[in-house]
C-alpha cells in the first residue's frame, strides 16, 4: 500500500521557521512530481509549492522566497524548508504526489499541522 507520511510540523513564532518531510513508500518516488498544499482552518486546499521529476520547481506567490522545496530521491523523501514564518502561513500541510505521465496515480498524505502564533 502506498504510504506518504508527513513530520516536522509543530508551533512556531512568527519570524520562526520549520522543515517539513514527506516520506513516501511502496511506489517508484523518483518517478513522480511532488508538492506540498495546505489548508488553513476554513479554507480551500492551495498550492504552496512542486517539484517535479526532474528536479524544476515553482511556488505559490505568498511563499517565493521563504520557502524551499527539495527532494532526495535516493532516500523517497521530500521536504520543505520555511523561513521567516507568518501567522497566516498556519494550517494542515499535505504532501501530494503526482505520476510524471499518468494522471490518474495521484497520493496524499495525511497532514501536519503548522501553526505560526506568538
Known amino acids: 500500500q502506498v504510504q506518504l507520511v508527513e513530520s516536522g510540523g509543530g508551533l512556531v513564532q512568527p519570524g520562526g521557521s520549520l522543515r517539513l518531510s514527506c516520506a513516501a513508500s511502496?511506489?517508484?518516488?523518483?518517478?513522480?512530481?511532488m508538492s506540498w498544499y495546505r489548508q488553513p482552518a476554513g479554507n480551500q486546499r492551495e498550492l504552496v509549492a512542486t517539484i517535479r521529476s526532474g528536479g524544476s520547481t515553482n511556488y505559490a506567490d505568498s511563499v517565493k522566497g521563504r520557502f524551499t522545496i527539495s527532494r532526495d530521491n535516493g532516500k523517497n523523501t521530500m521536504y520543505l524548508q520555511m523561513n521567516s514564518l507568518k501567522p497566516e502561513d498556519t494550517a494542515v500541510y499535505y504532501c501530494n504526489a503526482e505520476h510524471e505521465r499518468i494522471a490518474s496515480l495521484i497520493y496524499w498524505g495525511q497532514g501536519t499541522q503548522v501553526t505560526v502564533s506568538s
Open positions: 511502496r511506489f517508484s518516488f523518483s518517478t513522480y512530481d
